[in-house]
Structure formats: structure tokens, C-alpha cells
């Protein structure tokens, strides 16, 4: 796939997708939102996909937050359209899709890029990243689901804190708070990314999809996730994975699944 924003490569199973505007800071314009939201559909529908490595390019920034410059005019009914299409299109496309999502933060992930980082199933950090929401610094708040699934990540208290005063934090105060689940040196971000991304890729797909399903359901409101979760178990039966999985168990080998 050949994008103007993007650079996206499949190897292994794993999709790796970098944003690719570092003289912007990987800035989020329509034209990469656009991109994002065709490459999301990419790993959806293609069955070789069995998680994604979304970075940014470059050693400053994850994606340094939105263009600034493309909505400065706007008023009430563009700036509802503006969110409403980037959650659809991106951010809780990216929640909802059944390949998990691994964000490697390698520098500044503020305002709609840790919004991105935050719709990812994981976040893994380097040690020099710093990450914040400072929408309010320019009169607006988080428009791509950052007052909300920052608040199931951290709580409401440490949420609002963060979002009213639009600090920053560092990459360990992130990891303190349940913002991301690893921190680790900047050269060894990638290969922490793809060690998480490997041990997936040798379980169950269909199985990984039904977890995403589930503890997705956990955090939405007026769904009852332990019924999602009991479907869902149920579900697993009638997949050829779960009678290759069960069978190698019993004979002691490696199971080898095809999704199916």
C-alpha cells in the first residue's frame, strides 16, 4: 500500500504503520486521517493481519496532535462533523477493530496523538516520551474520544486533572497511572512493540478477536459484557481454532491456527 502520509508494510503477519510527516511532528491533517482510516479497513479485512504497529516517524514525535491550521475557522456544525468523522473513521474504528493495535509512542504523543495512542488496544512508550491533552490551551477540549477513554484508563480524578490544567507527563508517569503498559529506552521501543505483537500472532486469532469483543464490552455503557463474554465463549466452539488448540494441548505439541 503506497500513501502520501503513511508508510505502511506487512511482514510476518504483524502490519507496521508509520505516520510519516516528521517535519510536522506526524501532525494529524484530513489527508493522514484519510490514510488511517483506509489502512484500518486494510488490517480488518485481510485475514494475514494479525496486529498492527502504529508509530510515528522520526525520533521527536508519535504524533504531535492535530493541524491546527485546517480548523481554525470553524464553527459548531464543522467542528461536530470534524469529531464525529475521526471517531468513526479512525479512533473507534481502531477500538473496535478485531486486530489488536499496538501504539509505540517515540516522542510526543499530545492532543488528537495520544488520542490515537489512547483508541489502541496497547501502548508501549520510550523513556523520553512525553504525553498530555492541552486542547484547552486553545479554547476547545479533547475532540477523538480523549475526555473518555482517558477516564476509563486513569480514573476520573487524575483525567480531569490532566485535561483542565493540559499538562504534560513523562513516559514513567504514565506508566504509573495506567496510561500505557510499558516504558522502556528509545531503541528498544520497536522490538518491545514487536515481541507483544509476536506472542499474539501464535495464539488464536478468532479467539483474540472475541477478547477485544469482550473487553471492549467491559467499558461501555449499557452493554452487559459478562453476556457479550458468555456469546462469545460459546462462539469459540464451532471454530476449527479451538478444536486445533484443544487437540495440541492434549497431544502435547504447538497448535497451529488458521483462524478459522
Partial sequence: ??????????????????????????????????????????????????????????????????DISEFSTYNTEQGEDLARSGQVNVFNAIENCTKPFVAAINGFALGGGLE?????????????????????????IPGYGGTQRLTK?????????????????????AEKIGLVNHVVPLAELITKAEEILNKIRQRAPLAIAAAIRCV??????????????????????DTEDFKEGAGAFLEKRRANFKGR
Wanted: glycine fraction near 8%.
Fill in 1 to 66: 500500500m503506497i500513501y502520501q502520509n503513511l508508510i505502511s508494510e506487512l511482514k510476518a503477519n504483524i502490519l507496521y504503520v508509520t505516520i510519516n510527516r516528521e517535519s510536522k511532528l506526524n501532525a494529524l491533517n484530513k489527508e493522514t486521517l484519510a490514510e488511517l482510516a483506509d489502512v484500518i479497513v486494510f488490517a480488518s479485512e485481510t485475514e494475514e493481519v494479525r496486529g498492527v504497529l502504529l508509530t510515528g516517524a522520526g525520533e521527536k514525535a508519535f504524533v504531535a496532535g492535530a
Fill in 116 to 140: 490515537l495512542a489512547m483508541a489502541c488496544h496497547i501502548r508501549v512508550a520510550a523513556d523520553t516520551a512525553k504525553m498530555g491533552l492541552p486542547e484547552v490551551t486553545l479554547g476547545l
Fill in 153 to 173: 484508563l486513569i480514573g476520573k480524578g487524575r483525567a480531569t486533572e490532566l485535561i483542565t490544567t493540559a499538562d504534560m507527563i513523562t513516559a514513567d508517569r
Fill in 216 to 237: 471492549n464490552a467491559a467499558v461501555n455503557e449499557g452493554v452487559n459484557g459478562f453476556e457479550v463474554e458468555i456469546e462469545e465463549f460459546g462462539k469459540c466452539f
